[in-house]
């Protein structure tokens, strides 16, 4: 996971941002305009107790920019967080597009990312239930493509002129603006229970996919579907994937709860630290693919944005790799001011008629125009292509360029037509001539009519605990909707879905179950779906180690170094941060006390053996880490007498804490050993349930 020196090379688009950073250290405080301040704490007054008077040109000056300072927040997507990397291609992919970016493995593109949290606002916690954002910018010599994408790979709507209904549903109510950051209230219900196209994403956002682990172990999809074009002018429908090397993993709806209390920054403080550790989060990127010949094999229809393409029945190709290494230098010059729009593309990659995708190319710069002050957002920063841009757009707010000559409009002959269009040929881009044809009508097509099928192929492919989770999900969500017409539609709309789980829904809400249950048979399964399938590794795991007065050094120590040697890191808790000293005579000191840390911000715990134990049979804080992870099926670590503090808690009835003999123990997660000094055996073990997560 360590990455080499060289990957710390600043990519093209990093040293360009150089040119813009200001560094302060040690410099004396100016004006804006440059003149040195001699005083910032006292007003300019009429008198010691007088008035401030308007000649304060740095008063004046200091507090109107404060008054400006802010900028409205994204409509959706406000609370989001931003990284830079970089993006390779695997193999030259010339045989499916023109795209310079896809031909050269040796080519590293710059890229940044913003993940992103849909709903709430921007200070909002980063664990509620919601899609993610997973939003990237690649900088190429072909000047910007971004793909603005999620984390689930279809959406709620087949068409874009329904997202403002959608939004406005989903979001706070607007007579209280309750509640923050959450569907689970009357409208948005409303919404769903009234638009049928939604159910399959509602399988989605109920699911654990609705409360990612990480950032950096989500998946990320383009949703809709794209057009690849290669130089031959051949086209081919494409799915866009970003496949988590560190596989697909998630919280419990608990631990999302506690977490947004704890620590509302999780997410965005898990991946800052990640990269800061040099543990760059690495995503793959796979391609779907479908000939133009294929577009009606299909038992739905591929521009339907409420569809997947099943993995087994059209392979994802894995055809390159991102690496995010290097943090934002500032939050708000960078992800807030980043401007992300599907109508950024490079020659090579073009659209499809997709009518969520087409609406969308309208929607992204309409609202940058609002958000970031005008036409000429391109030039900040973090927005700027990598290569120079030419055209004849001018002025505007906050022009930032000096554009020089008096030719501003084409054609020309003062400038010889420069800045000249370019032929395909030689890189301009062409649109794919698609033959499009018909009579103006406000319909949908009857194709995106089936709004179950695949919504049960979800159901079905999820395992009995990602089932019952689904389920509680819906108890929560539902059973915050005060209407119950709403909760009982609720339950005959998911009836369509599976009799079974309409069933379920129905005992937690307090409304009758479906009255004709739904006996389908279908069973068809897609084992891509369930994350119980996914990538299971110990790397970048955070395991909480609780000591006292007398804890046992060499255990402490042993199991240390075996996390270290697997990439899995550890804080030390205790009552206070004050050093604590072992049976050995060796100080620890803690980096965290229970005041101000909880078992939900760790992927697991563990307990050294010694004298410690039974300070900690006394702390309640102690009991309840124990207690905690175990309710939310983390993996518990106990080495020799720490035994006796898990005969304290919950999970007395499943560590095994008699004669062990020095044999490891291990069981639904909890991992001991008695009477043995070499915990060579225990690491792996434990190493390995961490490993599993759950
Ligand atoms: Fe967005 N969406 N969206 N969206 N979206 C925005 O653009 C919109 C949709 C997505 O990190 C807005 O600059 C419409 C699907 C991301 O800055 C806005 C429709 C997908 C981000 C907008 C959709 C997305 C946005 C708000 C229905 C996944 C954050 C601020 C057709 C493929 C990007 C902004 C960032 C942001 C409109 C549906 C992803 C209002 C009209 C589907 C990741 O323009």
């Known amino acids: 996971m360590k990455k080499k020196p060289q990957d710390h090379q600043p990519t093209k688009k990093q040293q360009q941002l150089e040119d813009f950073k200001v560094n302060h250290e040690g410099k004396d405080l100016t004006t ?35 008054d400006h300072e802010r900028i409205p927040e994204r409509v959706v997507h406000a609370r989001g967080f931003g990284a830079h990397g970089y993006f390779q291609v695997y193999e030259p992919l010339t045989d499916i597009t023109r795209a310079k970016f896809l031909q050269d493995p040796n080519v590293k593109t710059p890229v940044f990312v913003r993940f992103s949290t849909v709903v709430g606002s921007r200070g909002s916690a980063d664990t509620v239930r919601d899609v993610r954002g997973f939003a990237t910018k690649f900088y190429t010599e072909e000047g910007n493509f971004d793909l603005v994408g999620n984390n689930m790979p279809i959406f709620f709507i087949q068409d874009a002129i329904k997202f403002p209904d959608l939004v406005h549903a989903i979001k706070p109510e607007p007579d209280n603006e309750i509640p923050q950051a959450s569907a689970a209230h009357d409208t948005f219900w409303d919404w769903v229970v009234n638009n049928q196209e939604t159910t399959h994403m509602i399988m989605w956002l109920l699911s654990d996919r609705g409360i990612p682990r990480s950032f950096r172990m989500m998946e990320g999809f383009g949703v809709h579907t794209f057009r690849l074009v290669n130089e031959q002018g051949k086209a081919r429908f494409v ?14 709806w608990d631990e999302a709860q506690k977490i947004a209390g704890k620590d509302p920054d999780f997410n965005r403080k ?6 800061n550790n040099g543990e760059y989060p690495e995503f793959e990127l796979g391609l779907q693919i479908i000939e133009e010949e294929q577009e009606f094999d299909f038992d739905f229809d591929i521009l339907d944005a409420t569809k997947i393409w099943p993995e087994e029945q059209v392979p994802v190709k894995i055809v ?7 943090n934002q230098d500032n939050f708000f010059a960078e992800t807030e001011q980043a401007a992300f729009h599907m109508g950024n593309v490079v020659p090579g990659i073009d659209f499809t008629n997709d009518p969520l995708l087409q609406g969308r190319l309208f929607s992204y710069l309409d609202t940058q125009l609002l958000r970031l002050g005008g036409p000429n957002f391109h030039e900040i920063p973090i927005n700027r292509p990598i290569i120079q841009y030419y055209n004849n757009q001018r002025d505007g707010f906050h022009r930032m360029t000096i554009d020089q000559g008096k030719v501003a409009y084409f054609p020309n002959s003062i400038r010889q037509n420069y800045p000249m269009p370019q032929p395909g040929k030689d890189g301009g881009y062409e649109h794919y001539q698609e033959k499009v044809e018909g009579r103006k009508v406000r319909t949908r097509s009857e194709s995106f009519n089936d709004h179950f099928s695949q919504a049960r192929l979800f159901w079905n492919s999820m395992s009995p605990a990602e089932k019952k989770h689904i389920i509680k999900a819906f108890h929560f969500e539902v059973g915050n909707v ?17 009799g079974n789980l309409a069933r379920e829904i129905a005992k937690g809400i307090g409304v009758e179950p479906p009255t004709k249950k739904n006996t389908m048979s279908i069973t068809a399964t897609s084992p891509a779906l369930s994350q119980e399938n996914t990538v299971k590794t110990p790397q970048t795991r955070k395991v909480a180690i609780l000591i006292d007065e007398g804890f046992n050094y060499n255990e402490f120590r042993q199991v240390i170094v075996g996390f270290q040697k697997n990439g899995v890191h550890s804080e030390v808790i205790s009552k206070t ?28 715990i563990y307990i050294p053996g010694g004298q410690h134990v039974e300070n900690l ?6 009991k309840d880490f124990v207690n905690d992870a175990f309710a939310h099926a983390k993996p518990i670590g106990a080495t020799n007498q ?12 499943i560590a095994y804490t008699n004669d062990h003999n020095g044999q490891v123990y291990s069981n639904l997660g909890v991992v001991t050993v008695n009477d043995s000094q070499d915990l060579t055996e225990f690491n792996s073990a434990f190493i390995e349930a961490i490993a599993q997560h759950r």
């Open 270 to 275: 898990d991946l800052w630290d990640a990269i």
């Open 642 to 653: 720490a035994l006796d503090l898990l005969t304290n808690t919950l999970v007395q009835n």
């Open 32 to 66: 804006d305009q440059g003149t040195k301040v001699s005083n910032t704490s006292e007003s300019l007054k009429a008198g010691q107790r007088g008035p401030t008077i308007m000649e304060d040109f740095h008063f004046r000056e200091k507090v109107t920019h404060f």
């Open 239 to 252: 799915k866009f994937h970003w496949k988590p090397k560190l596989g697909v993993h998630s919280l419990t």
């Open 320 to 326: 390159g790799k991102m690496t995010l290494n290097k």
């Open 617 to 622: 049979i006394g702390h309640k804080e102690a």
């Open 482 to 498: 005060m209407d119950k017409k709403i909760r009982q539609k609720v339950v005959d709309l998911f009836n369509q879905v599976d």
């Open 577 to 604: 941060l004050s050093p604590v000293n072992s049976e050995e005579g060796d100080q620890i000191e803690p980096q965290k006390s229970y005041a101000n840390s909880h078992s939900v911000i760790y992927d697991g």
